[in-house]
């Protein structure tokens, strides 16, 4: 497409449309960090942040990327050479779990079909004296499959494992819960429920987990001086000002709509969005209608990356490949972060359409959303 | 709607949704409008906006709306007392010709009907020796009914009027030809197809009508001393620069889409309006096909408020009020500008559904607007 | 100078310096100027804007430059063939007589060295029982000089003509009080002491003025209609919107800082820029001590307009050139808007450097503001 | 302050003053990262950004500070018990070797007073056959000390060992060359001489330091899989893209003023500040003449903080804090990134009128400043 007129549809599992009061926060000037209006900033910052988590407890921020409070949450808590118990949900599962072995770990990873969540059942089976840590996603980016950390968490008994949870694509988006459901580290970053730009990974860590303090070489990622800094309202290091300008702006719109309407917005998106997947007869990656994703659908469908190129082409948007082991067999639509009934309209119409041109026989699936947003 | 998520969608026919890039564009610091940075903006900026007036003549913006360059246009050519013939097409012709009573001119105003365009015949039979000017609204804003101005031109014959144009709502959008068609005042304004805020006014101006310079009292809106500054790069006031920046970047976005481009897509978006409103069964106000508007569509439905008020709670969406005598009878969607498929599809499914909830018993209409965009 | 580091020092009297968060507020997307959001925009703006004015009266705003609110005070009061009083201080005050004449009024231009402030005993002595407004620049952009208001006022005594200031050059920055002085109408606009880009008319008027409604033919200027919408938050033309979001925050600016702590900045700062000419050597255009203008400052310098293009290509700085008959013998220096110590300090800096430079044999004067601002 | 007028004087040495087009660059939306828009972004970036480095080899990007990519530097090389050779220059150069301890090496530290640059001679007295890497900080932050990097590297003569350089404060302001130095590991970050937001590392690779590939753990850090996934404008992690706008505009910035008139600017403005520090008769940290920073001057004064305060409060200007083991006795003044005269002589201005008021009995040094300036 030579030139698009009007607004890119980015509906990519995140990044996810960053609104524009949230563009216009982060190009407020830089300020100095170690001066009392930055200090000032810092703790309502992180206050507004732990209803998102679900806690009360300490939070951490980092500039990087989602990997990197991936590798804080391991190198905080473990020592080369502790096991600890992984599942094959899908592609960042896998991800995370490589990292683990880079990192010294020991790994025990149980296979998946990447079109499950993770099985309770098999969390305690395959929990042994030795394990150390349980490694689970909560939405898997890849497949749009969520599993259930509260089950995940009763399954581990009275255990001494910790349990750290990837939220990268559900923090903000579906109900969370660090405190109630017993986590010990949880991992996110900014470009997804939060509606920023990419730049900044968080952590929300127990009590428990700051006291494990494993024997993994750290500095850049250690917990501890961060949390010391953060209590007079400054970092360790220089922090990323603009990142934080955004992430207070947009806390504040998430709690203008308020949590449990954010949570119930993106539940009623993804299932307009199933409605028009089931009118078009095309299969859900997902198979546990239970585990079905609220941020993201993953779709089987034959030719998926050139259903996406069509509509790249065509539509000016963007949609997620399929990664990993399902590439080239799935294509996922993104429905989560700053989003309303008419984009995802416009997202599904788009979707329907570019089927329709690369050739694959869809019946109309735009009717069965409608219906179902209009009822809401 | 207390807090709505995602982008709003503006879709009253102007001001349109102001893109991005533009608004960017806007927001760079003001500059010395006497220093050699600004001289040098001015000239390519008048040059590049010609080819959207279809003149190669002078152009002439003003700090002000489109009404100032509707008073422009009658106070430099016209004396008070002189005739001028207006034609009732709507809210706007309306307002004109009032606009021109007030300024001292004599009203020839031919009734209409507001659901048909101006007819030629009628131009040449209402037409009288004392007709100084022919004034014509090429598209209505209030009603979506488009003016076929050649033909207008040609049913003057050799007639010495002056003819004026209104383009406020097609410049930018619909094609449009002031030298071919032998117009001689084209008014317009920002905030419509050329996909600005609200602030400029602008007109194209024949030869023959900077010739005339009527005896109306005039300073502000005075042509010639504009023109005269403008070749050198400067403005006999303070121009409004910011905008001037945001010109410069709309003018460069219609010109990487192409003209043609430009124009055929807002033909496509309002046929694929139009195949959703006859899937509704709903009525158009236009009853000439031939004159049905390419940005905007007036919609005849009881309780057409209502309808509004339900879609901007629901759905986050502006549309067009029915304004003058058609007040609470239609609502217009304005589908111009910065606009794209999946946008309008956005569109159409917030109208249909807000339809649904509102109580007016419509069929599905988005699916054949859908079609008809999946073959073009 | 080809590149420029660094920020742009804009320090001509007007555009002035529009802060960044008036930028980032005039970037918000455009709504729907006949929507519940910006009807609720509307009353308290004009609210905020009052006491700038120094009135609880009506206050009127235009998308134009300030020459349309001066059009706006005249054609809305008076009838071609008018008398008016008007006194040539400057550039600007013979700007708006020769307007007058434009719209067709009489006009007593009472002559005047561009030096000194308007007389109150010449007031007294030109009023005729024709007289039907006399028009007073408050603080002339063009020289630097300040005329009383109050004084003007008292020597009109008990004669019924109306008072008509111009403060483009001092609202917002120079104590104003259009009730307690019994100004009839005042004028400005918004891109000096208001700190935004141009492109916004603004006017106070008072109930005389109002009922005056004067022969001349109108409509965009009209008064009547404006206030009567703004009632209901609305406007009877499409409002500049965005310039209203930075008319908004700037607004919060000036009453963040205290209007009189706005004026007292302004104040120090000419008095330190003064101080500066002073330790140069060089002349004030202005004689008059008591009129020295708190906004701008007007030095007498043989060669002025080589010295501002020295100082523009070497320092990145843009001065104020002399205006009609002072043009090329002066240049002026804008210390108003959003401005500070620093900056000023900057720009003293620089007029110092580039007066070297250009070869005025000038001594130190910035120690003398420096001491000046230090001891503030 | 309550309320400040006018422009932050943002003077610390860094995050330095961030330009309004790269802020406005940096608030354009967020792309998929996997898409072609973004790919075709990457490789121009990384070439743009070599000569800033003075390298024509890898060049590697994080989301992170620059702490992070010193970590990167170090566990991309080294293994746990090597031996690397630190020089105290001065804080940073503190920090970076305890991070080194932190991470598990073994820091050959040579004391230092904080006055002066890494001495050659002593590098070669220090090396030992054990050493695998030399730390040197280029430009410390702390003190403006500047070290010889060519002379280093001499010194080092034909020993194996890797030569890694902290550009933090110096990338992008002082002339740099990686290749002809013959360093292997720089490091810098975004936020100083590249005038962005801070959360990006950067750093530059020899292929010797690639090859060196060092059994310390990694993952996040790791070099080759980043090097890699760019060749086709990927990362391996989602990359901070709006930074990326931002970095693409800056560096579009700094060659079109040209590195040497970059580097030239720094140097003169770095003798001005210290032209106005003799005028004071103050006391510079840095006692080697050869050796002043051209980025920040750091100023001995009793009652610094005192005078940092007051200076924040009536100038609303940041200064940097006097860190480690002169805290409290020295104050920085940072002259570094998007600058220019007239804000250094405002800076200058600032800080002479903030002694002054702190009760510290300096002379005039603005006015030695200006003819420095003046001359140049």
């Known amino acids: 497409m030579s030139f698009a007129s009007g607004r890119h549809f980015l509906q990519i599992p995140g990044p996810t449309n960053v609104p524009d009061q949230v563009l216009r926060a982060m190009s407020a000037p830089t300020i100095d960090h170690r001066g009392p209006q930055f200090a000032a900033m810092v703790p309502p910052l992180l206050e507004a942040l732990k209803p998102v988590f679900g806690t009360t407890g ?22 080369p050479g502790d096991r600890v118990l992984c599942f094959e949900t899908g592609h960042f599962a896998t991800l995370w779990q490589a990292m683990a072995r880079d990192l ?41 499959v969520t599993s259930d950390i509260a089950a995940v968490r009763r399954a581990m008994g009275d255990h001494p494992a910790l349990l750290m949870v990837d939220t990268v694509s559900s923090l903000g988006s579906i109900d969370y819960r660090h405190d109630e459901w017993g986590v010990d580290v949880t991992v996110s970053c900014s470009q997804k429920g939060l509606m920023l730009p990419p730049g900044l990974g968080l952590t929300a860590v127990s009590a428990k987990a ?110 997620g490949a399929g990664l990993g082991k399902v590439a080239g067999e799935v294509f996922r639509i993104g429905h989560l972060g700053h989003f309303n009934d008419l984009s995802l309209a416009g997202t599904l119409s788009g979707v329907q359409m570019g089927l329709q041109i690369a050739g694959v026989p869809v019946k109309d699936g735009v009717s069965a959303a409608l219906s179902l947003l209009a009822e809401a």
């Open 104 to 144: 010294g770990l020991e790994v025990d990873f149980v296979p998946g079909d990447w079109r499950h969540p993770v099985d309770p059942a098999e969390v305690s089976a395959r929990l042994t004296p030795e394990t150390k840590a349980v490694l689970v996603v909560h939405n898997e980016t890849s497949t749009g």
């Open 210 to 319: 700051l006291a494990a303090s494993g024997g993994s070489r750290r500095s850049y990622w250690a917990w501890q001086p961060i949390i010391e800094a953060n209590k007079r309202g400054a970092f360790p290091y220089t922090p990323p000002t603009n990142l934080l300008y955004g992430l207070r702006e947009a806390l504040h719109m998430l709690h203008s709509e308020g949590l449990p309407e954010v949570y119930a917005r993106h539940a009623r998106h993804a299932a307009a969005t199933r409605a028009a997947v089931q009118g078009w007869g095309l299969e859900l990656l997902c198979l546990d209608p239970s585990a079905y994703s609220n941020t993201l659908t993953a779709i089987l469908v034959p030719g998926a990356d050139h259903v996406r190129e069509v509509i790249l082409d065509r539509f000016d948007m963007s949609l």
């Open 58 to 79: 300490d939070v951490v921020l980092y500039p990087s990327s989602g990997t990197g409070a991936w590798e804080a949450a391991l190198v905080n808590t473990l020592s």
